[in-house]
């Protein structure tokens, strides 16, 4: 392969990849969570995209992103050998409050009553496989089936997950509320 | 449908990723389920909440220099560096088995449910696709600094910033007196086509009212409907489509469109 072959090749990964840098730097921080590690992550996804942008094909290089970032986190969590937080059955219950204590549309209110720092906090509390459904959907915007292409899974585990995830949230997100109040 | 096969279908519904018949069954169940018509404005609330939170986080310069810096090294020596354990998990290579290996064992979900969601996350028509992408310029306008292009109070200074940008003439209709301000314009994207958008407000619920041409179209009323969890009122008047959604109950809506649409009418003799 000559220089410029090589030049041109990376001109073009750089286009079609970079724009794409905030989401995948976004899901690295809530996947690693320190900053210092999620910067490294990137990085070396980037990296891997490269050495296989040959391969290369379609159809969207988001989730194709995604999903080398995502593998690149679980294998720091194996190097360090240490399980991302505990990974929590998927079945253990959740027992979010009854929806009918509160007026629905006074419960809507007061959901909608918070600012980016506390849903940060709260999104990034959630176990990991739950907080990747949250952030690959309702941040990173991808449908379900880019999901479950990014994440490897049924797309009705990530049905499942998804809602789950979202009545863990609600229920930190009102426990907190009502602590304040 | 009970309540816990509805479950997962709201999320479902709220993400836009039902077909129209799934979304109908949903919709019923919710109309006559107190509790899962709470459940329901919980999710929208949240998903409102962090549409509009700017949670996307913004990669540090440096961090991007650092990328740019490695990428012609690296394409050369990746000539010799064996390809070990960065098989991206894509849709080249899972999705025989993400489709048609079913349903791990052990989800939540029952073999019923299951057997539906198959199909119903499966769709793809026009009107799913104008659905979907009217809720997500209304999502997306909730972003910070997304919302206005122009941000008035003042229709004479709406209505002719839309000049020359557009090829339509919104209508545009200061209905403060009736509870709902006009806060300003902006221009968004529908299947494709740029298309005026008129922002309100309710409260502090936000109403974004879509027009785009529609030549030759006559003047129709569609009934309020849900489409992927928010209200979304569409009607065709003057040769103009409109949607206008929002997370106001329907009935607000509904007096929305009627005041709109009673004041764009001009007092023609009829
Ligand atoms: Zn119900």
């Not at chain 2, 997962?8 to 019923?28: K, M, P, Y």
Request: hydrophobic residues 45%; aromatic residues 6%; contains cysteine.
């Amino acid at each position: 392969m000559s220089a410029d072959d090589d030049s041109e090749r990376a001109r073009r990964f750089r286009d079609a990849a970079l724009p794409h840098l905030d989401d995948v730097y976004t899901l690295a921080r809530y996947l690693m969570r320190d900053q210092a590690d999620a910067e490294d992550a990137v990085q070396e996804c980037y990296l891997r995209a490269l050495r296989h942008f040959d391969s290369y094909r379609g159809p969207a290089m988001r989730p194709w992103l995604l999903a080398i970032l995502r593998n690149v986190c679980k294998s720091e969590f194996t190097r360090r050998s240490e399980r991302p937080a505990a990974e929590c059955n998927d079945n253990a219950p959740v027992e979010p409050p009854a929806w009918q204590e509160a007026q629905p549309s006074a419960e809507a209110e007061l959901l909608r009553r918070h600012d980016a720092a506390a849903i940060r906090r709260l999104v990034a509390a959630l176990p990991p496989q739950f907080r990747e459904a949250v952030v690959l959907r309702d941040i990173n915007d991808l449908s379900y089936r880019q999901i479950a292409e990014v994440a490897g899974l049924p797309v009705g585990t990530v049905m499942s997950r998804l809602a789950r995830a979202r009545a863990m949230l609600r229920a930190a997100w009102i426990a907190e509320q009502g602590l304040k109040s | 449908m009970n309540c816990s096969e509805a479950d997962v279908l709201i999320n479902a519904l709220v993400d836009g990723e039902l077909d129209a018949g799934h979304a109908r069954d949903v919709e019923a169940h919710v109309a006559s389920c107190r509790d899962c018509t709470g459940k329901l404005a919980s999710l929208q609330a949240m998903r409102s909440a962090m549409a509009g939170a700017g949670l996307m986080e913004k990669a540090p310069a440096a961090l991007r220099e650092r990328i740019e810096r490695t990428l012609p090294a690296i394409s050369i020596a990746s000539a010799r560096m064996p390809a070990v354990n960065a098989r991206p998990a894509g849709p080249w290579r899972i999705n025989r088995r993400v489709f048609a290996g079913g349903f791990a064992a052990g989800t939540a979900l029952s073999a019923a449910v299951a057997a539906t969601l198959l199909v119903a996350v499966v769709r793809d028509d026009r009107d799913q696709k104008i659905a979907s992408e009217v809720v997500s310029a209304h999502l997306r306008s909730l972003q910070p600094g997304h919302l206005t292009d122009v941000e008035t109070s003042d229709r004479h200074t709406v209505k002719p910033w839309f000049n020359g940008k557009l090829d339509v003439a919104p209508p545009v209709i200061d209905l403060t007196a009736e509870g709902f301000t006009l806060i300003g314009g902006r221009l968004d994207t529908i299947n494709g086509e740029t298309v005026a958008a008129l922002v309100y407000r309710r409260r502090h619920h936000v109403i974004n009212l879509f027009v785009a041409r529609r030549p030759g179209g006559k003047r129709a009323g569609a009934g309020s409907e849900i489409w992927h969890g928010f209200n979304v009122r569409r009607w065709t008047e003057d040769g103009l489509d409109f949607w206008a959604v929002s997370d106001i109950n329907a009935g607000e809506l509904d007096e929305f469109y009627k005041k709109f649409s009673t004041a764009a009418r001009p007092a023609a003799p009829s």
